[in-house]
């Protein structure tokens, strides 16, 4: 599939249509809504229409943490994923952060996707999905239960 250049990204503030995007990237409406109030939602839009999400939420002075990170599922596999991460490590280095950190699924595609885009990995969060999430997490088949814990240095 040929890609797509996202020409425009902004901060916007929550609203019910980004709620879609935000829980297929986290099925918990409660840590969603645990994180938001210290983040800044970015919006990736084309011809004005929101085709992808992300979150950076502020862990401490000197770490952002993208916390939640979505794409449309009929804009996906067009590099729009790629761009964002790309936008959300460039906003961070604009904030003056030192770091910049996630967690997803070890050994997912997520994982390799942020490692391609710099990321490396700081640690792993034993059975974190067994957890903190009620329903099972499944990627490809496979049941997810650690988090692998990654970031950059800026
Ligand atoms: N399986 C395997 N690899 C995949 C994939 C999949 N389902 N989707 C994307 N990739 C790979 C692509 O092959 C591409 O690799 P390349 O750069 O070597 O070609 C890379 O990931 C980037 O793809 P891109 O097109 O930029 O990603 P995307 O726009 O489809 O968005 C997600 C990626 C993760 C944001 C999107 O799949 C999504 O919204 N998923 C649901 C929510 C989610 O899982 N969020 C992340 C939580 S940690």
Same mark, same amino acid.
């Given at each position: 599939?040929?890609?797509?250049? +996202? ?10 249509? !980004? ?16 994180? !938001? ?19 950076? =939420? ?45 967690? =997803? ?37 496979? =049941?997810? =239960?650690?988090? +692998?814990?990654?970031? +950059?240095?800026?």
């Amino acid at each position: 599939m040929d890609s797509i250049e +996202i020409k425009q990204i902004r901060k916007i503030d929550e609203e019910p249509s !980004l709620w879609k995007l935000l829980l297929s990237a986290d099925p918990s409406k409660e840590l969603i809504e645990q994180y !938001l109030p210290a983040s800044k939602i970015y919006v990736a839009l084309l011809n004005r229409k929101i085709v992808g999400e992300y979150v950076l =939420t502020t862990i401490s002075s000197d770490v952002l943490e993208l916390k939640n990170i979505a794409v449309d599922e009929n804009y996906q596999h067009q590099g729009i994923g790629k761009q964002l991460i790309l936008d959300a490590i460039h906003k961070a280095k604009e904030e003056g952060v030192k770091k910049i950190e996630v967690g =997803t699924g070890k050994d997912t595609f997520q994982q390799s996707l942020y490692q391609k885009c710099g990321f490396q990995i700081i640690g792993i969060d034993k059975d974190f999905f067994k957890k903190h999430y009620k329903e099972e997490i499944i990627e490809n088949g496979v =049941t997810v =239960t650690d988090m +692998i814990r990654l970031a +950059i240095n800026l």
